[in-house]
């Protein structure tokens, strides 16, 4: 079940993928009807203020990624400050605690998560970059409080924040399907960056499918305990169906408390 879910999501990304590397005229979609006001559905989500739409994504150039040697060479004397704190767990998993939510994460051999905290992760961070300070100083510039690299080198950058869709929503899983459709329609017509918006089962939580080509980028996100978790991932030509496949069993597999 988890292997058709993941190839869904492969398949939604590289559709997007293919109208991003478009060149032709889009043809105009059909106006969509208003809908219907229900209880999930209130005057105060007529404006909604989130950090995921227009130039949300940023990728960091070569200085903040370059590859360097041991960490006993590395600076951390001078890291910008964070409440993000970094643990890895007896069973080997990495924990991320940032605004009261822990992320967990089963990180696959040849895979590394980067967070904010260089001072617990020295030696993750000797595998990246020859300069911690600017590396986390980008991350809270871009507002993101993990960086997850695939063996391929492939980023997907991972942002926790309460915004006005967490507000609204509270936890994704306890949405039924009607109230799906009326969070959708919420979405598309207050974020206008956001074009298709689809909603699949990633493991035991509910992930939306956000089409941000126009962006340059899609966003698979969710919402638990009041938190908005966004995985952020930009259409490049390197970006395939198998890298796609791959980021979407990394999410199915992280753990919320």
């Given at each position: 079940?988890?292997?058709v879910l993941?190839?869904l999501?492969a398949?939604?990304m590289?559709?997007?993928l293919a109208?991003?590397?478009?060149t032709e005229?889009k043809t105009?979609?059909?106006?969509?009807e208003?809908?219907?006001q229900?209880?999930t559905?209130?005057?105060?989500?007529?404006t909604?203020?989130?950090?995921?739409g227009?130039?949300?994504y940023?990728?960091f150039d070569?200085?903040?990624?370059?590859?360097a040697?041991i960490?006993?060479?590395?600076?951390?004397?001078?890291l910008?400050?964070t409440?993000?704190?970094?643990?890895?767990l007896?069973?080997?998993?990495?924990q991320?605690?940032s605004?009261?939510?822990?992320l967990v994460?089963d990180?696959?051999?040849g895979?590394?998560?980067?967070?904010?905290?260089?001072?617990?992760?020295?030696e993750?961070y000797a595998?990246?970059?020859?300069?911690?300070?600017?590396l986390?100083?980008?991350?809270?510039?871009?507002?993101?409080n993990a960086i997850?690299l695939s063996p391929?080198?492939e980023?997907?950058?991972v942002r926790?924040v309460?915004d006005?869709i967490?507000?609204?929503?509270?936890?994704?899983?306890n949405?039924?399907?009607?109230?799906?459709?009326?969070?959708?329609?919420v979405l598309?017509?207050?974020?206008?960056?956001?074009g298709?918006?689809?909603?699949?089962?990633?493991?035991?939580?509910?992930?939306?499918?956000?089409?941000f080509?126009?962006?340059?980028?899609?966003i698979?996100?969710?919402?638990v305990?009041?938190?908005?978790v966004?995985?952020?991932l930009e259409?490049t030509?390197?970006?395939?169906?198998d890298a796609?496949?791959?980021?979407?069993e990394?999410?199915?597999?992280?753990?919320?408390?």
């Amino acid at each position: 079940m988890k292997k058709v879910l993941a190839l869904l999501l492969a398949l939604v990304m590289v559709l997007s993928l293919a109208a991003c590397g478009s060149t032709e005229e889009k043809t105009e979609e059909p106006q969509q009807e208003e809908a219907p006001q229900t209880e999930t559905q209130t005057e105060e989500t007529e404006t909604i203020e989130t950090d995921i739409g227009e130039s949300a994504y940023h990728s960091f150039d070569e200085k903040a990624m370059t590859r360097a040697g041991i960490a006993g060479d590395l600076d951390f004397s001078n890291l910008p400050a964070t409440e993000d704190k970094a643990e890895y767990l007896s069973d080997g998993r990495l924990q991320l605690t940032s605004s009261d939510l822990n992320l967990v994460f089963d990180i696959p051999f040849g895979w590394l998560v980067i967070t904010q905290d260089g001072i617990n992760q020295q030696e993750d961070y000797a595998m990246i970059t020859d300069d911690p300070a600017y590396l986390v100083s980008g991350m809270q510039e871009y507002r993101y409080n993990a960086i997850v690299l695939s063996p391929s080198d492939e980023q997907m950058m991972v942002r926790v924040v309460k915004d006005d869709i967490s507000t609204l929503v509270l936890d994704l899983n306890n949405f039924s399907e009607h109230d799906l459709s009326i969070l959708a329609d919420v979405l598309q017509q207050n974020i206008p960056e956001l074009g298709d918006l689809q909603f699949t089962v990633l493991g035991d939580r509910t992930y939306m499918l956000m089409d941000f080509t126009s962006q340059g980028y899609v966003i698979i996100g969710t919402v638990v305990n009041s938190m908005s978790v966004y995985y952020f991932l930009e259409l490049t030509e390197t970006l395939t169906e198998d890298a796609v496949n791959e980021f979407a069993e990394f999410i199915a597999q992280v753990e919320y408390k």
